[in-house]
């Protein structure tokens, strides 16, 4: 008998039920986790005089750079960031102020922190730095002279990387962690899933937003989790690192190819005592002593197609069209994003939901692969559409094949009833024109990556989520992420069985003005 795996006992663990759902975690509303990290005394880089303005001294600081004009320049990266997770609105209620994003976050909590690896940078100093969200900043964080020089944080950071190239020859590096209090405050031990959609939210911002300033990147899943956190100076007891994504000009890119961006841990049960956060995060680290057994297995580049379930091939399908570039200016929307708190219950329009697809999955535009989205291993996943209200569509279930552009039907007729239900009474999933459910098969999934699958999954299914998010907003229609679902629920809804799970849920629909 295979033993089962941590990812798939914690899946197991944190499913909510209807007979259970209001039980268990006490929020302590008067202790809210802070959202920001402070490194007192450290050395800042202010990165809001080289945000777009018409105030001079934007002008004024720009005109006193070494490098005001490169791709990986002082201006270039502020905007980056910025576009990436910066703080796009205040909200103030009392004395109490709540800083929104430009990528959403379960309960606004925001547990996703960014750090910047820099070496022979025209006007940064060589470090590793935090970037502090709300006051748009780089804060070093190693007391000065205690930093490893530039060339060391690199050849350290490479090493952890399975000695990916691109890593190595990389002078800028943009490391994700997630802060798990922040989330688990609200959501307890599932704050773990809302931990990693959240990340790949942030990611989508990411990977929409670099090529359009002419920055090439590499998504790299696979390292030595404990050598990357102690290189940023972290504690791995309350925050885990996600990703590591070295930078490079796209007019000079490297010849060097990186290695696999996805790669397998053993499974390490080693979380006894421990809250089910932890004992996940760990059974998908990756150690030292794993690196000689894992450094041959294969891996995975990030960039195959999503592929297509052999059991709906022969479904009756309908062909999508997209008919609109919704790239053109789409740092624009990005900056724009809200959820959306409430549907009309109109109906979307085929073409619209065509173009919400093409420019999530990007299957139909013939792209470099520097240009291309970069996931962690989109094998993984598959989509199902639910349609209440599309013109020209059956209401039903459709699963979507990505890379022909066709919804293949799978369940016909009426579920808003059903949707609504296992959405938890979420008045949106029942409104919405069309429902986006990612799902994946997680025995198969851990079986390549072990428990490390878990975080890829919901990376690239949060990722997913976040390019229908910047989508919606450019072609004016309304969208909300669900991460709050009975996930038994979902299985029945689309007849998969109960090793598949559902990862992610995105509603789409004519929002309330």
């Known amino acids: 008998m295979t033993r089962q795996s941590v990812a798939s006992m914690y899946h197991q663990q944190t499913k909510y039920h209807p007979s259970t759902i209001g039980q268990g975690h006490h929020i302590d509303w008067n202790h809210p986790p802070a959202q920001f990290k ?46 990436t997770n910066g703080v796009t609105a205040i909200a103030v209620s009392g004395d109490q102020q709540m800083y929104f994003r430009a990528a959403p976050s379960a309960g606004a909590l925001y547990p996703t922190d960014l750090y910047l690896l820099v070496r022979e940078h025209a006007d940064i100093p060589d470090g590793i730095y935090y970037y502090h969200v ?45 802060v798990f209090w922040r989330s688990a405050w609200r959501y307890g031990e599932r704050a773990y899933r809302r931990c990693l959609l959240d990340t790949g939210h942030v990611l989508g911002n990411f990977d929409i937003i670099a090529p359009r300033m002419g920055v090439g990147l590499a998504a790299v899943g696979g390292f030595v989790d404990h050598e990357v956190a102690e ?6 007891e309350k925050e885990g690192v996600l990703g590591v994504f070295p930078l490079y000009d796209l007019a ?22 421990k809250d089910a956060i932890l004992i996940v995060h760990n059974a998908g680290a990756i150690l030292r002593e794993d690196v000689s057994k894992l450094a041959a297995a294969q891996g995975n580049h990030g960039a195959e197609p999503f592929l297509v379930n052999p059991k709906y091939e022969f479904a009756e399908g309908v062909k ?29 329009t085929l073409p619209e939901l065509s173009d919400l697809l093409a420019f999530a999955y990007r299957p139909d535009l013939k792209q470099p692969p520097d240009l291309l989205p970069r996931f962690f291993d989109t094998g993984l996943l598959e989509t199902f559409v639910v349609v209440n209200k599309v ?42 024109g069309a429902v986006i459910i990612h799902t994946a098969d997680l025995e198969a999934a851990t079986q390549r990556y072990g428990s490390r699958a878990y975080r890829y999954l919901h990376l690239d299914a949060g990722h997913l ?24 629920e979902v299985n029945e809804l689309l007849a998969i069985p109960e090793k598949e799970l559902c990862v992610y849920i995105t509603c789409l629909g004519k929002p309330v003005e």
């Open 38 to 83: 402070e490194y007192a005394g450290a050395e800042r880089i202010e990165l809001r005089p080289f945000l777009p303005t018409n105030e001079n001294e934007n002008w004024q600081a720009e005109a006193a750079l070494h490098d005001p004009n490169g791709a990986l320049s002082l201006p270039a990266l502020s905007r980056i960031l910025f576009a």
């Open 391 to 432: 013109e020209g569509l059956e209401p039903g279930v459709y699963y979507f094949a990505a890379g022909f552009m066709e919804l293949l039907k799978v369940r016909p007729g009426d579920v808003t009833r059903e949707i609504f239900h296992l959405c938890l009474g979420q008045e949106l999933a029942r409104d919405a």
């Open 252 to 273: 000079k890119a490297p010849e060097q190819k990186t290695g696999a961006s996805a790669r397998p841990s053993a499974e390490h049960d080693n979380g006894a005592g």
């Open 465 to 488: 989520g976040q390019r229908l998010n910047v989508a919606a907003i450019k072609l004016g229609v309304g969208v909300s992420g669900i991460g709050g679902f009975f996930d038994d």
């Open 320 to 348: 999508l069209k997209p008919v609109t570039d919704v790239a053109e200016q789409i740092e624009i929307a990005i900056l724009r994003r809200r959820s959306t708190r409430q549907f009309t219950g109109k109906p979307l």
């Open 231 to 236: 290189l940023l100076a972290i504690p791995e």
């Open 134 to 178: 709300r006051d748009h900043a780089l804060v070093e964080v190693y007391p000065k002279g205690l930093a490893p020089s530039g060339d060391q944080t690199f050849e350290r950071l490479a090493r952890a990387c399975f000695g990916d190239p691109i890593v190595a020859h990389a002078d800028v590096a943009l490391v994700a962690t997630a």
